[in-house]
């Protein structure tokens, strides 16, 4: 028989790192609803419009269609092209311009589903993956202060996760009206192509990011050098205002995008010190982002990328006659996944659920054992009941290979049963009733890994 080949930017991983993927989903998920973020799903698929109608992705959408094609003839009337969604923004804008009249504003939801994107597959990179989103929307308008407080919102969920081994991260903050109000004050017309092209500053390196803005967005040498200038400041207070207005450009929005950069950084470094700083070279690609932009890393793996992005759009959502501004982050879950299980930085303390294997002294007796496992699971303790009526030694090495950490013995004849830890040895009486594992054996845990 061939051997089956994996295909490549599908990520399916084994049982232990389902745990490490599930532990991070129930996490952010928890941290999202103490903050008042609502879960919800949208459809996989869109009209392929309305996915090329949201900056550069047509590379990287893969369209919907039936096998067998019935012609022109037999479509239905509005059938429309789809494609997979590519991220969870723009369903999420479409399923509020449908569902505006039933929501309140401001309307905070997270969204935690798979996307796709036909993209080369790398480290961290898929075709299809899961992110987990949180956005707030709002009615024609939406106050500057959700724009300080989401990545705030983000930075906790990462801080629930450093016990399982998550590195620290840094939260990169930008704010488009300064880049805009910057290029515009420059003489820039192509002010998306800049922004474009700014954006590949930590993939190609300064010298070609010079030559791009000559070559593809009508810069001169200087304008050039003045752009790279402004991708070069950092900080985390009031200074990046003044560095940036000491290169001589002011333009209205330039300075009322400073205003805003200054009052987010500033206060994050109350709420939440040494994690969120300003890097003026932070762009994003896509061409709804309004106002302030966000790229998170993890400290000491930059290399992989950003795990978490997103920014303020004012008319993502727009129907002509009501607009719905929002601001939202995206959590790359699978690239966050992949990372900590290839560099050994999480595992869990066993795969399966499993803390009580009930074994079976012989077919007749199944009965008497999936009993005590349901006492078991009725008091939430995870139990199961062994496969064959083997011998009790094969019985424990069963439970052994699947790291259960113990195995039941129902009495017969009158006597009691018993339960033995198979790591320590001891083994007790027990009552299916009564008996509880220590708490940290009950479920499993995600335990951070030292080297």
Not at 230 to 240: E, N, Q, R
Not at 302 to 331: F, M, N
Not at 371 to 379: F, N, V
Request: glycine content about 8%; charged content about 25%; overall charge negative.
């Amino acid at each position: 028989m061939a051997r089956i080949a994996p295909l490549s930017g599908f990520p399916e991983w084994l049982p232990e790192g389902r745990a490490v993927e599930s532990h991070i989903l129930r996490t952010v998920a928890h941290v999202f609803e103490l903050h008042g973020f609502v879960g919800m799903e949208t459809r996989a698929v869109e009209p392929l419009e309305q996915l090329l109608s949201k900056g550069e992705t047509s590379k990287e959408v893969y369209l919907l269609r039936r096998l067998q094609d019935d012609g022109p003839e037999q479509q239905v009337a509005g059938d429309k092209t789809l494609g997979l969604h590519f991220d969870l923004t723009v369903p999420f804008a479409r399923y509020v311009l449908e569902n505006a009249g039933h929501l309140a504003f401001p309307f905070k939801r997270y969204q935690i589903q798979k996307v796709w994107r036909g993209e080369r597959p790398q480290d961290g990179r898929f075709r299809e993956f899961i992110q987990a989103d949180i956005d707030v929307v709002g009615s024609e308008e939406l106050p500057f202060h959700f724009e300080v407080e989401l990545p705030l919102v983000i930075a906790e969920a990462f801080a629930a996760l450093r016990g399982i081994g998550l590195p620290p991260v840094r939260i990169s903050v930008n704010n488009r009206k300064v880049a805009q109000g910057f290029y515009e004050g420059l003489g820039l017309a192509d002010v998306e192509g800049v922004l474009r092209t700014i954006d590949k500053l930590d993939k190609i390196g300064s010298a070609a990011v010079v030559e791009a803005l000559q070559r593809d967005n009508g810069a001169n040498e200087e304008q050039a050098r003045a752009c790279l200038a402004l991708a070069s400041i950092t900080g985390t207070d009031a200074s990046v205002a003044e560095r940036v207005l000491a290169l001589g450009v002011r333009t209205p929005r330039l300075e009322e995008g400073l205003d805003e950069l200054v009052r987010l950084v500033e206060t994050a470094a109350a709420r939440a010190p040494g994690v969120v700083v300003a890097d003026l070279k932070i762009a994003r690609g896509l061409d709804y982002y309004t106002g302030s932009v966000y790229e998170t890393t993890l400290v000491g793996h930059e290399q992989l990328g950003s795990i978490c992005s997103g920014g303020r759009y004012d008319s993502l959502a727009s129907d002509g006659s009501h607009t719905y501004p929002g601001v939202g982050l995206s959590i790359g879950v699978s690239r966050l996944v992949s990372r900590l299980l290839a560099a050994g930085l999480s595992s869990p303390t066993r795969a399966i659920p499993t803390a009580v294997l009930v074994a079976v002294a012989d077919e007749a007796h199944r009965g008497a054992s999936d009993a005590i496992a349901a006492a078991l699971r009725a008091r939430d303790i995870p139990a199961d009941v062994a496969p064959s009526a083997a011998k009790f030694g094969k019985q424990i090495r069963h439970a052994d290979r699947r790291a259960i950490p113990f195995v039941w013995f129902p009495g017969t004849d009158g006597a009691a049963d018993q339960v033995k830890d198979i790591r320590s040895g001891d083994q007790v009486d027990a009552q299916a009733t009564t008996w509880a594992p220590p708490p940290e054996d009950r479920w499993p845990a995600i335990l951070p890994q030292t080297s």
